[in-house]
């Protein structure tokens, strides 16, 4: 949803990956290096799905994923994300320290889910999700980056193979 779902903790503005410039210029490059490799690893988990399909004229084309908003999630003890939904195409989290647990989540449809630091979820932005309370032996944060997705696909000429391209939204959104 557009209000904010954290309860504590912070949310940076929806721009984090999207506008380099906002950045200092000693750290531009390597949140550059951290947005392409996000959008590299989303065109490879959607292009995985597409190599899934039954009809093979369809696994050939041209995806692109274009980056909407993103923003840094910083929880520290006791904070959390409430049920909420996104609108977008696609959403997406990269988990980035989680302290001594595991990165939760939890999906109104499904049961509990939990990952290691460097993993990247995509799923459907109406998909109903929320982040437990985090609770840490030791002093710690639960660092996430949350991403918004629009993905267009464009079959080809099986010849040709496939590609993905990202594109970036930037403000005013």
């Known amino acids: 949803s557009a ?41 490879g988990l959607l292009w995985k799905s597409i190599m899934e399909l039954d009809d093979p004229s369809e696994r050939s084309g041209t995806l692109t994923v274009m980056l909407l908003s993103s923003w840094l999630n910083r929880n520290e003890a006791g904070n959390f994300n409430a049920v909420h939904t996104h609108r977008s195409d696609l959403s997406a989290v990269v988990y980035l320290q989680c302290g001594e647990g595991c990165c939760d989540i939890d999906f109104a449809d499904s049961h509990h889910r939990c ?4 993993s990247v979820i995509v799923f459907h932005s109406e998909r109903p999700h ?28 099986p010849a040709f193979g496939g590609f993905c391209q990202h594109r970036i939204l930037a403000p005013p959104f």
């Open 115 to 118: 990952f290691e630091p460097g």
């Open 130 to 157: 929320s982040v437990p309370p985090f609770f840490d032996k030791f002093p710690s944060s639960r660092l996430s980056i949350a991403l918004n997705l629009a993905v267009d696909y464009e079959s080809g000429e």
């Open 3 to 43: 209000q904010a779902s954290n309860r504590g903790g912070f949310q940076s503005s929806k721009d984090f990956l999207n506008l380099l410039e906002r950045h200092p210029s000693v750290l531009r490059a390597a949140v550059g290096r951290l947005r392409s490799a996000v959008l590299d690893a989303v065109c």
